[in-house]
């Protein structure tokens, strides 16, 4: 009998939940030693665009913009991505990070991001928080 990898659920707010999807560098206030499959949240409440402009400037909020056309859900499951590495942000993370540079916060490298199928309502955290067999198995159902 093969044994299931496990996987952890992070939230993020919009519109940097979706831009996970689109080859985003996370960052966060804090290091992690885990590695492996993370379940992609979008929490219920997205940033505002005051909080955007203050944390990614006028310039990379257009280019947000012009990246996420589509509609950005809140309160779901969206992705599933496999957390690779953890470091200190460098300026040259700026771009891929969509924030400016903060030698305080940490990059949380993300490979293989994936779409859920059919994103489906998670109420999360801003830590790790766990998977029930239930949502396991809604991502393994809904996954590609």
């Known amino acids: 009998m093969d044994e299931i990898e496990p996987i952890k659920a992070l939230s993020w707010k919009q519109p940097y939940a979706s831009l996970m999807l689109k080859g985003k560098i996370e ?3 804090w290091p992690t030693n885990y590695r492996g499959l993370v379940l992609i949240c979008a929490s219920k409440a997205p940033y505002s665009i005051k ?6 400037g006028d310039e ?8 996420l056309t589509g509609f950005c ?5 969206i992705a599933v991505g496999r957390l690779v590495d953890c470091r200190k942000m460098r300026i040259e993370d700026e771009e891929k990070a969509f924030v ?6 940490y990059c949380h490298i993300y490979e293989d991001v994936r779409p859920i199928k059919t994103p489906f309502p998670y109420k999360g955290r801003q830590k790790w928080g766990k998977i029930t067999k239930e949502q396991l198995d809604l991502i393994n159902k809904t996954g590609e």
Not at 51 to 56: A, F, V
């Open 27 to 29: 960052t966060r206030s």
């Open 60 to 67: 990379t909020l257009i280019r947000i913009n012009d990246m």
């Open 73 to 77: 859900p809140n309160g779901v499951a």
């Open 100 to 105: 400016k540079f903060n030698e305080e916060l």
């Open 51 to 56: 909080e955007i402009k203050s944390m990614s």
